[in-house]
């Protein structure tokens, strides 16, 4: 185990649906990651929070809307999503993204999600 | 443009075979250079990573990694392959002139190893 959780591990939800993601880490990291993985393409970030403050958010749809309560806690809100949404959704953490130049980053085990 | 290139969409080897998993990349100043793996149903684990000094970086699982400067290179490799190494493994690059410190990711090899 590499200290960050994900749940549900395995989600189908409707267009219609509104669902969460959810991540927990215990490793005392301060800088939590949303990635989407597709296949046979590189890793795609989605959002980063900084010490709850979010620092990046790469064009993402405002289907996906993400949630940062703590440094421990990250949320994935998802509504009314599309098909070609599915995907592995995985959850990162490191110590913090200004010291990170040269730390690596710890991933959950992901969710798969699959949009109907 | 920060990029990394995993030419091979898969490698197949032999177990007791050396492997070799492929990364180049491209950045503007100095390459901070990692390697995940990640096992079916699984998250990325990370295995190794160069910062600086020596240029042949040792990892888990008997891994290891030798940057190359001159060919942008950071080619993963094992000198006996284990069919339990058959996973998915990426690259990724940080570029110390990026003042964001993401990570840049190669889209992954898939290893299969054979008894």
């Known amino acids: 185990e590499t200290g960050v959780t994900q749940t549900p591990r395995h989600l189908v939800m409707g267009m219609t649906n509104k669902k969460s993601l959810k991540c927990e880490q215990h490793?005392?990291?301060?800088?939590m990651y949303w990635y989407k993985q597709s296949a046979k393409k590189p890793l795609e970030l989605m959002f980063v929070y900084n010490f709850k403050e979010q620092t990046e958010n790469n064009s993402v749809p405002s289907r996906f809307s993400p949630e940062c309560p703590n440094s421990s806690h990250l949320f994935l809100h998802l509504h009314t999503l599309q098909p070609e949404d599915s995907a592995l959704y995985l959850c990162?953490?490191?110590?913090?993204?200004?010291?990170?130049?040269?730390?690596?980053?710890?991933f959950g085990q992901g969710t798969r999600l699959t949009v109907v | 443009a920060q990029s990394v290139a995993q030419p091979e969409d898969q490698v197949n080897v032999a177990e007791g075979n050396p492997l070799t998993v492929k990364c180049t990349y491209s950045?503007?100043?100095?390459?901070?250079l990692f390697w995940y793996v990640q096992y079916p149903n699984r998250g990325l684990q990370f295995l190794l990573k160069y910062i600086t000094g020596d240029n042949l970086v040792k990892g888990s699982y008997g891994f290891e990694a030798e940057f190359n400067k001159s060919q942008t290179s950071f080619h993963l490799k094992k000198p006996s392959a284990l069919v339990s190494d058959s996973a998915l493994y990426f690259c990724?690059?940080?570029?110390?002139?990026?003042?964001?410190?993401?990570?840049?990711w190669g889209a992954g090899t898939k290893l299969i190893i054979k008894p």
């Open positions: 990162a953490s490191s110590q913090e993204v200004n010291r990170d130049m040269n730390t690596e980053a710890f």
């Open positions: 990724a690059v940080r570029d110390d002139m990026d003042s964001n410190y993401q990570l840049i």
């Open positions: 950045v503007s100043g100095n390459p901070y």
């Open positions: 490793l005392g990291h301060n800088a």
